[in-house]
């Protein structure tokens, strides 16, 4: 998984599927990440993602659990339109920023 | 109305087998000439069937999935994801949306609300023990 680290933001690229399959290595990989304490914020670029089903709603709620018990943020950004409409259905848009661009 | 073409494909309910099914079914569906986004739409709640069958029909046991799909000369696509797996006691509670029996598992609860947004219409029929069938209905006009 393609990442940087600034400051207390962690921003992680999401390439090819996120399905059930996928998920496990990839919350093993960014709660990994994520276990630095200064990391306030994730931001998941999902600009080289493929696909992604139901699946990546779990994944994407699980980590903000995660950063909102230690007083930090999750944002999206890149969403493609399937993507967004998934979202959307989850009401995922009321905890978590979606940046444009 | 009657068949025009139909295909049917059984698998073991193993999580990389996901992938291969949504997209086995979406290359089916192409004979219909589908816009790029319908094709999305039916890989999406394909998946979220096949899925469902495997982690919750299934959980730590091993079993078959089968995958039915079939258009009629309208264009209406039919897929039908069954499995011999546990059953749902309450199907109208189980497509509620957020509610999972898995949430330690992070599942989001969304994946029946995903496959009723994305298709035309979704039919559940189950029996606790027996198994689940999930059918998935999609008219493709054509262009
Ligand atoms: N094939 C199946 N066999 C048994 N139970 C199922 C099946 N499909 C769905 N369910 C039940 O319906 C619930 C909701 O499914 P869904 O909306 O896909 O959410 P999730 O998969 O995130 O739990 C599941 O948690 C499970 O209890
Ligand atoms: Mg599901």
């Known amino acids: ?101 | 109305m009657e068949q025009k073409n139909a295909m049917t494909l059984e698998f073991l309910s193993l999580p990389e087998n996901e992938g291969f099914a949504r997209v086995a079914v979406s290359a089916f569906a192409v004979q219909l000439n589908p816009t790029l986004e319908t094709l999305t739409d039916i890989k999406t709640a394909v998946s979220e069937a096949v899925t469902n069958a495997i982690v919750h029909g299934y959980r730590e046991e091993t079993g078959i999935v089968k995958v039915e799909a079939s258009y009629d000369h309208s264009g209406k696509l039919t897929v039908t994801v069954s499995d011999t797996g546990c059953g749902i006691p309450d199907i109208a509670r189980a497509m509620t949306p957020f509610f999972t029996t898995q949430p330690e598992k992070e599942r989001s609860g969304m994946g029946f609300a995903v496959m009723q947004t994305f298709m035309d219409d979704v039919q559940v029929t189950s029996q606790p023990g027996c198994g689940t069938n999930v059918t998935l209905v999609k008219t493709i006009a054509a262009e």
């Open chain 1, 1 to 101: 998984m393609r990442f940087e680290k600034h400051r207390d933001t962690l921003t992680v690229h999401l390439e090819g599927e996120l399905d059930h399959c996928c998920a496990q290595s990839i919350r093993r990989e960014m709660d990994r990440l994520l276990e630095e304490p200064q990391i306030r914020r994730l931001v998941i670029d999902m600009g080289d993602m493929s696909f992604m089903d139901s699946s990546g709603i779990g994944v994407i709620l699980g980590r903000y659990r995660l950063l909102a018990s230690r007083g930090g943020s999750v944002a999206v950004r890149n969403m493609n339109r399937q993507v967004a409409r998934i979202f959307q259905l989850s009401g995922m848009g009321q905890i978590i920023e979606v940046m444009q661009g």
